[in-house]
């Protein structure tokens, strides 16, 4: 959970913004009406993810408020019911995230949004791509400042490799004129990859021509902007695209995950498996394996079907912790998949670690144990479907088998007993 500081002499605004903020399950709030209480909330512990200050306190009419939670590097924004061009402007440049109005409940509302975005920058990686130590330092610091974390390259060349190694980057941010590899030719590179069709590209120029605007966009950038730019219309760039791309992953996910237990469905699964099995190369990796949950129709019988809809869940969160870098879905009923291109022995070896972590684990408020039965399938196949059905058998001839052990290549590798 993260803290976020709130300095607000008004007790009506402290409540509105506890409320909104706290709202969200990922925060909790400290809460001073004045530059006293602040200062000693920062001295006993500065570890907020945010201060949202007052400008103008009692005990602090000039902004004191806004200097003390900048000396202690804690991201501030800035609540007031003052708007002075000369004076937003002046704390922007002294290092604030946003200066923000008190004219309404969207004001409030634009406070909650800004902190949860900041707590998801802490885990989002951006990539600037630029030849000039100067601006590219400039853009990093912005970043920074919003809590990225941040990559940097000098040429399209370079941004490729980065973006090879590190494959969660989110969003890269290029300028045009490059040597070896300009941002032209990378943003038409990055599309060519399937797996980056969904990173946010926002390209940089300094020569503001509406032509190379357009040839970026339709190139597939998502933006453009001209240098120098104003750094609150960089900020509004870089968070919107981000907002929209997050926004068509929610759909997304919708389309493909499982309703009930969180996991992909077989839709994904079928989707997934054109890349998987597109060359020979990537499909003799490929681990199919059919995951049971032993006499699931007891548990619905005995404790209804609202305890057996939390067993599947909490059966597939278990999965998830045991199988993080595999493609896990729901197949059908209490039957999932997981597909794994990891080594073997690595697999088997976490496959036969989450078998006993659900003979020990007591599921739903009943607390009860149960055992699952699994069919394995190492071989390759020229295709999913020729690998599921080999997987399913073994699943099924370890249901018949007595239950609670694993099949692989038509032979028990474990029992209850092992």
């Known amino acids: 959970m993260y803290k976020v500081l709130v300095v607000e002499d008004s007790i009506t605004v402290r409540k509105i913004v506890n409320k909104l903020i706290e709202d969200n399950p990922h925060f909790t709030c400290d809460l001073c009406e004045d530059l006293a209480e602040a200062q000693s909330a920062l001295e006993s512990d ?11 306190l009692p005990d602090a009419p000039n902004g004191e408020s806004v200097e003390l939670a900048l000396s202690y590097n804690v991201p501030t924004i800035v609540l007031t019911g003052n708007f002075d061009e000369f004076t937003r402007a002046q704390l922007l440049d002294q290092g604030v995230l946003d200066y923000i109005t008190k004219e309404s409940r969207y004001s409030y509302l634009q406070v909650s949004k800004l902190v949860d975005r900041l707590r998801k920058n802490l885990t989002t990686k951006v990539l600037v791509v630029e ?61 060519h990859e399937r797996r980056m069709q969904d990173l946010v590209f926002i390209g940089l120029s300094a020569t503001g021509d509406s032509v190379l605007t357009s040839k970026f966009i339709k190139s597939g950038a998502n933006d453009f902007l001209s240098k120098p730019f104003y750094h609150e219309e960089f900020y509004c760039r870089v968070m919107q695209n981000l907002e929209s791309q997050e926004m068509i992953q929610t759909i997304r996910d919708s389309a493909n995950l499982d309703a009930l237990t969180k996991v992909y469905n077989r839709r994904f699964l079928h989707e997934k498996a054109e890349e998987l099995f597109a060359n020979s190369t990537s499909r003799k990796d490929v681990i199919v394996s059919m995951i049971d949950a032993d006499n699931f129709k007891s548990v619905n019988d005995t404790y209804g079907h609202k305890t057996g809809d939390m067993l599947l869940q909490e059966f597939a969160a278990l999965m998830k912790d045991y199988f993080p870098d595999d493609l896990i879905v729901r197949y059908g009923g209490e039957e999932f998949t997981v597909v794994s291109v990891r080594p ?14 659900v003979r020990t684990t007591l599921f739903t408020s009943h607390k009860f144990n149960i055992t699952c039965s699994i069919g394995v399938s190492t071989e390759e196949h020229k295709c999913l479907e020729s690998q599921l059905e080999k997987a399913d058998a073994r699943l099924y001839e370890a249901k018949h088998a007595g239950k609670d052990q694993i099949i692989l290549r038509d032979s028990v590798l474990s029992k209850v007993e092992a």
Request: proline share 2%.
């Open 344 to 357: 073997p022995k690595v697999y088997l070896s976490a496959l036969s670690a989450f078998m006993d972590a």
């Open 46 to 56: 500065n570890e907020y993810l945010a201060a949202i200050v007052d400008l103008n």
């Open 131 to 191: 030849d000039s130590k100067t601006s590219r330092n400039h853009i990093c610091s912005l970043l920074r400042k919003f809590q990225f974390q941040v990559h940097e390259a000098t040429d399209g060349l370079e941004a490729l490799d980065l973006l090879e190694k590190h494959r969660d980057i989110k969003m890269v941010i290029a300028d045009h004129r490059m040597p070896n590899m300009d941002g032209y030719e990378l943003v038409k590179a990055i599309r």
